[in-house]
């Protein structure tokens, strides 16, 4: 079985997914908007575009002849998709969940309204007047996004009314592709957020992984660890609700399914159709199988007889504080040296302040206090600065 992937994004998921795909002997291209992205460095191929351009979506799928089409970001012309599938190429996990997950509007209806998943109470905004009409109508705290972004970025929370109008420029600043509309959250007061890896298979039950906990800033996460600790009736709950909203989506593949958990109850915030950037946990050896590795059997029709926890683990990220070109990096030989820690350095080209440039891994014994795993990682990440 040697089967062809498109690789729409080539992040620092990409290239994990790529090595995962390399091992049991598929090929790869991968597409980004600039050269040398992570995923380029390690596939077969690769293509720089503007993948909001549909032509140039076209020409590329024209050219290559994919099996899969696996999307890794947000700022794709995805109702392309759906023509793709007709001329039977495989969208991953399907042009459905791909039109559906990479705008926040979507996905939030489809949860809220057609499966009466438990939400925050939202609006949407398309102006900053717009804007202003919303947050009246949820109520201060709330938290502001852009349809179409990831990793936090023109994410801000709205605490008084002089925080409208810098939310509004700051969501345009970070919105990904062509969307001038925004979604206003009122604020879930949660006791912690979760990340349901659900895998569903073509044959075959959905599956979950153990539960992630996870950190944000920025509404960027910082740390994750597996498993979180979660109380039986509420991860049945999370289980209920991603089970629901994959088998609206179709197709098969690794979703990362975001949950606040609160005192009231779970709440279903978000939904990637694809790896999930805290589950990079799994490359500390957590599961039998990480997520990149789930991805791609799921996609390809292997079989999963389950999914284990091995070991609890944390990841925590290594930023970019200033911006410049081809980074390097001080203190490999310290988090080296640390006993039960990993690390990977992504390898982008260039940084910006906050950028994720890397992540630490540790891990321990299952069954071992997952706080202390945690600090671990992020002792072990702040040995690691960018020259």
């Not at 899969?68 to 023509?83: G, L, S």
Request: net charge negative; hydrophobic share 40%.
């Amino acid at each position: 079985m040697n089967k062809k992937f498109l690789l729409l994004g080539s992040g620092e998921l990409g290239k994990e997914f790529v090595i995962a795909a390399q091992r049991i002997g598929q090929t790869v291209i991968a597409v980004d908007s600039y050269a040398g992205a992570p995923a380029m460095q390690v596939a077969h191929g690769f293509e720089v575009i503007n993948m909001l351009d549909g032509a140039a979506l076209d020409a590329i799928v024209a050219k290559h002849r994919p099996d899969f089409i696996v999307p890794e970001i947000e700022a794709i012309r995805t109702e392309r998709f759906y023509d793709y599938e007709r001329q039977g190429i495989t969208v991953v996990p399907s042009a459905k969940a791909a039109n559906f997950t990479m705008n926040r509007k979507a996905i939030r209806d489809l949860a809220t309204k057609e499966l009466g998943l438990r939400t925050a109470n939202y609006r949407y905004a398309t102006s900053e007047a717009t804007l202003q009409q919303a947050v009246s109508e949820v109520g201060m705290p709330c938290v502001v996004k852009p349809l179409m972004s990831s990793s936090g970025k023109g994410q801000s929370t709205i605490k008084s009314e002089a925080d409208i109008a810098r939310a509004w420029q700051y969501a345009m600043e970070g919105s990904r592709g062509d969307v001038v509309e925004v979604i206003v959250e009122a604020f879930v007061n949660f006791e912690s957020e979760i990340t349901l890896l659900t895998v569903t298979q073509h044959q075959g039950p959905t599956l979950f992984c153990p539960p992630i906990g996870h950190r944000q800033e920025r509404g960027d996460y910082q740390e994750s660890w597996q498993p979180a600790l979660v109380n039986v009736t509420a991860l049945e709950e999370a289980k209920m609700m991603a089970g629901k909203v994959t088998e609206a989506l179709g197709g098969a593949g690794i979703f990362g399914v975001e949950f606040f958990l609160a005192k009231d109850g779970v709440y279903f915030s978000e939904l990637s159709p694809r790896p999930h950037d805290t589950g990079m946990v799994t490359l500390a050896g957590t599961q039998n199988f990480n997520e990149f590795e789930l991805h791609l059997r799921a996609i390809l029709g292997l079989p999963i007889s389950g999914i284990h926890l091995e070991r609890a683990g944390a990841s925590a990220v290594i930023l970019a504080h200033h911006t410049g070109e081809q980074p390097t990096f001080s203190g490999l030989a310290a988090i080296a040296s640390l006993p039960k820690t990993d690390f990977r350095l992504f390898g982008k080209p260039s940084t910006r302040p906050y950028r994720r440039m890397g992540v630490a891994l540790c891990y321990d014994d299952a069954g071992t206090d997952i706080a202390s795993v945690v600090e671990r990682a992020k002792e072990a990440a702040a040995k690691v600065t960018l020259d």
